[in-house]
């Protein structure tokens, strides 16, 4: 039995063009920029984005710390939604090495509004922490790849820049926002301080998150990487594929998203369990498995044991991510598979 592999786009692998890029890729020391290929990525993404400079890392972890380290100081509030991967799920480094404390405010389907951090924000009376960024992610992931349309990026941020604020982009699948939106990426970069993205989710590309940002904030933001231990030397063999994810691979998430939403509307039709249809407008389905009595680890348990593999959300809510290595035919088969669960 095929194992159909749905935890994350995270386990995509890389294509053979990736894999030949790296072979071919021309490569230098990258601490001293003298990494030709890395040089590249890091111009390309710029150019992308529509900044001024860019700067490749080993992780979307990494560029989230090294982001939050460059905006704020040791004990600087930060406003972030409050199921962000950057609070949830990136071991607490925001607070445990950027000294960062989180604000949280709940959004909308992982979407929140300028009154939103208007409220969060307390002034700066004696005994609060100095509001000094706003963490947007987009797609949000916990919410269920759900996507911050340009305007609402925008609202937010001018707001908070009019509060002395920063903000911050957890765009880890910010390709599948535009993608979903039939916008450029460009278009959410207009307004903000900084964007991370990940070469290494939907884009195939075996490792490696890029940072975009103005020209001061970067060279800051490279200094930051070496000192977490992200200088890397001949880092071209690992950029060369992240250049074939962002030339080639960004118009085919469309599929992604149009087998997540073959996927959900299957899954809602076996009537067993609630799929969140608000929700898919990317390449993430969550479904609530309470109606069967079962937690999402039990459920998970037992998909595994039909050869699906999906992501434990917590509580009741099972995760399955589409990438490349899913087709619309194995969206058949998981669908078949789970209806005849035992
Ligand atoms: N997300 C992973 C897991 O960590 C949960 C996944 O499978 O979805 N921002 C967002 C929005 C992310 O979803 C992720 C990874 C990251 C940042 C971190 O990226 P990496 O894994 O490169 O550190």
């Known amino acids: 039995m095929r194992t159909i592999d749905l935890r994350s786009d995270t386990v995509t692998l890389p294509t053979k063009e990736m894999m030949l890029s790296m072979m071919d890729a021309e490569l230098g020391d990258d601490v001293s920029r003298e990494d030709p290929t890395v040089n590249r990525l890091e111009e390309l993404s710029a150019k992308c984005f529509g900044t001024e400079a860019a700067l490749f890392t080993p992780s979307g972890t990494q560029s989230n710390l090294i982001s939050v380290m460059v905006h704020c100081r040791r004990g600087d509030e930060m406003i972030v939604e409050s199921e962000a991967h950057i609070y949830y799920y990136e ?12 604000r949280l405010i709940r959004g909308n389907l992982g979407v929140f509004t300028p009154e939103q951090v208007i409220d969060a924000v307390r002034g700066d009376d004696m005994h609060f922490p100095p509001s000094k960024l706003v963490e947007i992610e987009n797609t949000h992931n916990r919410a269920g790849g759900t996507v911050w349309t340009p305007k609402e990026v925008s609202a937010v941020s001018i707001c908070a820049h009019d509060l002395g604020m920063k903000v911050h982009i957890d765009g880890a699948r910010i390709f599948n926002a535009a993608v979903a939106l039939d916008v450029g990426v460009k278009e959410y970069a207009k307004n903000v301080d900084s964007i991370s993205f990940c070469l290494s989710k939907g884009l195939s590309a075996p490792v490696g998150s890029i940072i975009v940002g103005d020209k001061e904030f970067i060279e ?38 149009d087998n997540a939403r073959k996927l959900a509307i299957g899954l809602k039709s076996l009537g067993t369990f609630d799929v969140e249809m608000r929700t898919v407008q990317t390449n993430i389905v969550l479904i609530d498995v309470s109606p069967l009595d079962m937690n999402s680890e039990q459920f998970v348990e037992k998909l595994k044991r039909s050869g699906i593999l999906a992501a434990d959300f917590g509580g009741c809510i099972v995760r399955f991510v589409t990438h490349r290595g899913i087709t619309s035919k194995d969206i058949d088969e998981t669908i078949g598979r789970i209806e005849r669960l035992k």
């Open 220 to 257: 800051k933001a490279r200094k930051t990487r070496k000192m977490l231990g992200g200088g890397m030397r001949q880092a071209g063999v690992i950029a060369a594929p992240g250049i074939v994810a962002l030339t080639k691979m960004v118009g085919r998430l469309k599929e992604d998203h």
């Open 91 to 102: 071991v607490g480094g925001m607070s445990a090495v950027a000294g960062v404390i989180p």
